[in-house]
Structure formats: C-alpha cells, structure tokens
T-cell receptor, first 113, second 117 residues
Framework: EDKVVQSPLSLVVHEGDTVTLNCSYE??????LLWYKQEKKAPTFLFML????IEKKSGRLSSILDKKELFSILNITATQTGDSAVYLC?????????????FGQGTRLTINP | NAGVTQTPKFQVLKTGQSMTLQCAQD?????MYWYRQDPGMGLRLIYY???????DKGEVPNGYNVSRLNKREFSLRLESAAPSQTSVYFC????????????????FGPGTRLTVL
C-alpha cells in the first residue's frame, strides 16, 4: 500500500524561528515529491522535486529530496505569521498513463507573533 | 478564466439521502480528480478520470460513483450518504501525463464541505 507520512503533525513557533518539516514515503511508481501549502481552502503548489539531492529554493522556503532514504524536508527560515498553514507533501505516481498524488496527513504550522 | 469550480460550497444531508457534487474546469485539461479531506488528514483520492471517457478508482472509492460528463465536467455522486462521508471534497484537474514532461500541476477547486447527519 502506498504511504506518505509527515512529521510533526503540529508545530507552534515564534515569528523569526526556522522550522523543518519532514515527509517520508513508501510508494510504487514514484515520479516526484510535491509540497503544498493549505490555508483556508484548496492547497496551493509550492515545490516539485524529482532528482535526489536537488534543493529547491523560493525565498525563505527550501526543500530537499533524498530518493535513497525516501524522504524530503521543507525548511522555512525567518518565519512570518503569514506562513501559518497546513503543509502537505504528496508523492506523484505514474500509473497506467495517469498521474496520481498520494498525500501525507499534513503538518499544521502556527507562527505566533 | 475561472479555473476549477465546485458546487455547492456547503451541504447538509441526512443519512440515506443522495446528492451529486459538481465540478467543472475551463483549462482544457484532460485529467480530473476527486479527493476528500478529513480533519487532521491529507487528501485522499476517491476517483479520477485520466481522460474523457475513462474513470478509475482511487484509494477510497466505496460509497461513491463518478461521471465524466464531458471534458469540462466531472461529477461525484453519493447514492446513500453515511455520517462517515462527512468531509471536505476537493475536485482537481491537470493536463495529465504528457510524454517527456515530469509533472502537470493539479489545480484544485475551492472545496465542498459536506455534513451527513
């Protein structure tokens, strides 16, 4: 059974702190690992990582994929209250011509001023 | 260009009632998906349609049926609603698997919050 597990499930920090969110996966037909940010409504796409060791950066957010150990991390530096959200990771699988996402449970991040 | 739209936004049903959730996209995407999200959990795939005319089961298909009405529309039906189907339902669409491309971003609708009493 395909499985994606995130940790921690919940994290509360102060503005300005650095946080690391973890995602491990055990899936078949793996193509890529994706990170999403979900505030009140639908998830919005942050990153896609396909090759191991590649670090993606977007401002204060960065992410690394380790395809040997089957995990990814999302780092957020100098956190702001606007970073408060649920962060979802998802494994992208390619099955019979269709792209399917298997999501983790999410990490609820709260940034206190 | 509205992207992915879903109706209704909210719905309350009694156990045993039926209803259809509607989803439409105007991006000319080939693939469409239905997910449910329960508190403290990520999204779980219910059904998907890789292209017009095809539908397949996802992780949690029991209790649901789908119809890919045309390229734009993909509906989700609950024939006899149960309290366990209380959830937020998201529809998504993407270009699907295109050769030589790694990923076609899935665009999500705003969600339907369904409560079954």
């Amino acid at each position: 059974e395909d499985k994606v597990v995130q940790s921690p499930l919940s994290l509360v920090v102060h503005e300005g702190d650095t946080v690391t969110l973890n995602c491990s996966y055990e899936v078949t037909n793996f193509r890529s690992l994706l990170w999403y940010k979900q505030e009140k409504k639908a998830p919005t796409f942050l990153f896609m990582l396909t090759s191991s060791g590649i670090e993606k950066k977007s401002g204060r957010l960065s992410s690394i994929l380790d395809k040997k150990e089957l995990f990814s991390i999302l780092n957020i530096t100098a956190t702001q209250t606007g970073d408060s959200a649920v962060y979802l990771c998802a494994a992208l699988l390619l099955i019979q011509g269709a792209q399917k996402l298997v999501f983790g449970q999410g990490t609820r991040l709260t940034i206190n001023p | 260009n509205a992207g992915v739209t879903q109706t209704p936004k909210f719905q309350v049903l009694k156990t045993g009632q039926s209803m259809t959730l509607q989803c439409a996209q105007d991006m000319n995407h080939n693939s469409m998906y239905w997910y449910r999200q329960d508190p403290g959990m990520g999204l779980r795939l219910i059904y998907y349609s890789a292209s017009e005319g095809t539908t397949d089961k996802g992780e949690v298909p029991n209790g649901y049926n789908v119809s890919r009405l045309n390229k734009r529309e993909f509906s989700l039906r609950l024939e006899s609603a149960a309290p366990s189907q209380t959830s937020v339902y998201f529809c998504a669409s993407s270009d699907g698997a295109i050769p030589n491309r790694n990923y076609n971003e899935q665009f999500f609708g705003p969600g339907t919050r369904l409560t079954v009493l």
